[in-house]
């Protein structure tokens, strides 16, 4: 079974600071995909970055990167500049293909505080 | 333009009352699933249907009927509703098969409250 496991319940940052927010996996699969969501007071869930496990270039997107690891299997999104947009649940997931489906498995959320 | 949508955004009943929630997703995908959020914020899967063929039935109780009419809609139908019940709803899709998958498209969520 795949778990993923997000160690910080809850996180503050100042503004314009850079904040890390971890992840970890466990999982016997050599092929699978890492995400990272945010959910803001909204409500809406966003994708905010992906990487696939058999890449070794860490996937960026704007202030967003990730540091992943995949023999320690973990899967770290850092947040450079930080904005109070940036203020949400934050969702590490995993998933693997499966069958001709694709299976996601979902971490517990950070929640980030971003501070003017 | 909505990619995923849900429909109503919030919803207040009474115990033991039928109600259903509506999705629709208008970007060609394949898969669609129904996660429930609870106040902890934890996300756990439901259903998921692919190409209108149920493929994940996690442990619900059979108060909770998926119906898929077609591969761009998902409705959840709830009988008998109870105070456990309240949560937010997501339904999501995803366009797998052939290709890098580029994750979920997630709805906006229905906030369910029973009193």
């Known amino acids: 079974a795949q778990t993923v496991t997000q160690s910080q319940p809850e996180m503050s940052v100042q503004e314009a600071e850079t904040v890390t927010l971890s992840c970890t996996y466990d999982?016997?699969?050599?092929?699978?995909?890492l995400f990272w969501y945010k959910q803001p007071p909204s409500r809406q869930m966003i994708l905010v970055i992906r990487?696939?496990?058999?890449?070794?270039q860490n996937a960026t997107e704007n202030r967003f990167s990730v540091n992943f690891q995949k023999a320690a299997k973990s899967f770290s999104l850092k947040i450079s500049d930080s904005q109070l947009g940036d203020t949400a649940m934050y969702f590490c997931?995993?998933?693997?293909?499966?069958?001709?489906?694709?299976?996601?498995?979902f971490g517990s959320g950070t929640k980030l505080n971003v501070k003017p | 333009d909505t990619a995923v949508s849900q429909t109503p955004k919030y919803l207040v009943t009474q115990m033991g009352n039928d109600k259903s929630i509506k999705c629709e997703q208008n970007?060609?995908?394949?898969?669609m699933y129904w996660y429930k959020q609870d106040s902890k914020k934890f996300l756990k899967i439901m259903f998921s249907?692919?190409?209108?063929?149920?493929?994940i039935n996690e442990t619900v109780p059979n108060r909770f009927s998926p119906k898929s009419p077609d591969k761009a809609h998902l409705n959840l139908h709830i009988n008998s509703l109870e105070l456990g019940d309240s949560a937010v709803y997501f339904c999501?899709?995803?366009?797998?098969?052939?290709?890098?998958?580029?994750?979920?498209?997630f709805g906006s969520g229905t906030r369910l409250t029973v009193v």
């Open positions: 999501a899709s995803s366009q797998d098969g052939r290709g890098t998958p580029r994750g979920y498209t």
């Open positions: 999982t016997s699969e050599s092929n699978y995909y």
């Open positions: 990487q696939e496990a058999y890449k070794q």
């Open positions: 997931a995993f998933m693997k293909h499966e069958a001709n489906f694709n299976k996601f498995y």
């Open positions: 970007l060609g995908h394949d898969t």
């Open positions: 249907y692919n190409n209108k063929e149920l493929i």
